[in-house]
């Protein structure tokens, strides 16, 4: 089975903080992704990565950005935390880069993220 | 703009009562429609993916349909367990593997 695990499960960090969500995957998968989940608006793509140090902005990229150092490692990074970005992470990965493929993504279990 | 929307927001039903979840979508080339679930405070699971129109696939109590404006996930008797919210998410034939999400269905099933 694929696993896809993420560094906290909960977090509470200040306003201005620097925050590192770090995900790990264990299945050699060559995509990952990083969403924020929040009521009424549904999962939105942050940014997405389809190979190492290779990254590309999603949907809402403002105020973070990422990290791929390693194929199994995936970290997003809120350069200066604010009240706004408090929500549901969320990391998931799926196999195979090409564009044309269209493989699951499986998720990670989500690290809730407090800013006061 | 590439669209999903799911309905009903939220379904309680009781303990045997089959029901159909519906997910309209708009999109420039479908690739592959999505479903998962999840449970509270958890992140989603993988369910089904569905590739062209009239395909169909089941698991357990669960079967997604497709058409070309829509799919239905229907749920044939139904148990206390299969409460979570059920989301459906769309691959378009433009942009990198990008999903796009509808908001779910909050399904309660009482016993």
């Known amino acids: 089975d694929v696993k896809v695990t993420q560094s906290s499960r909960y977090l509470v960090k200040r306003t201005g903080e620097k925050v590192f969500l770090e995900c790990v995957q264990d299945m050699d998968h060559e995509n990952m992704f990083w969403y924020r989940q929040d009521p009424g608006l549904g999962l939105r793509l942050i940014y997405f990565s389809y190979d190492v140090k290779m990254k590309e902005k999603g949907d809402i990229p403002e105020g973070y950005s990422v990290s791929r150092e390693k194929k199994e490692r995936f970290s997003l990074i809120l350069e200066s935390a604010s009240t706004n970005q408090t929500s549901m992470y969320l990391c998931?990965?799926?196999?195979?880069?090409?564009?044309?493929?269209?493989?699951?993504?499986?998720f990670g279990p989500g690290t809730r993220l407090t800013v006061l | 703009e590439d669209q999903v929307t799911q309905s009903p927001e939220a379904l309680r039903l009781q303990e045997g009562e089959s029901s159909s979840l519906n997910c309209s979508y708009t999109v420039s080339g479908l690739r592959g429609l999505f479903w998962y679930r999840q449970d509270p405070g958890k992140g989603p699971e993988f369910l089904f993916t569905?590739?062209?129109a009239g395909e169909e696939k089941e698991k357990e109590r669960l079967k997604a349909t497709l058409t070309k404006k829509e799919s239905f996930l229907h749920i044939t008797a139904p148990k206390p367990e299969d409460s979570a919210t059920y989301l459906c998410?769309?691959?378009?034939?433009?942009?990198?593997?990008?999903?796009?999400f509808g908001t779910g269905t909050r399904l309660l099933v009482s016993p």
């Open positions: 998410a769309v691959q378009a034939g433009t942009g990198f593997q990008k999903l796009v």
């Open positions: 998931a990965s799926s196999l195979v880069g090409a564009p044309s493929s269209y493989n699951e993504q499986f």
């Open positions: 569905l590739y062209s």
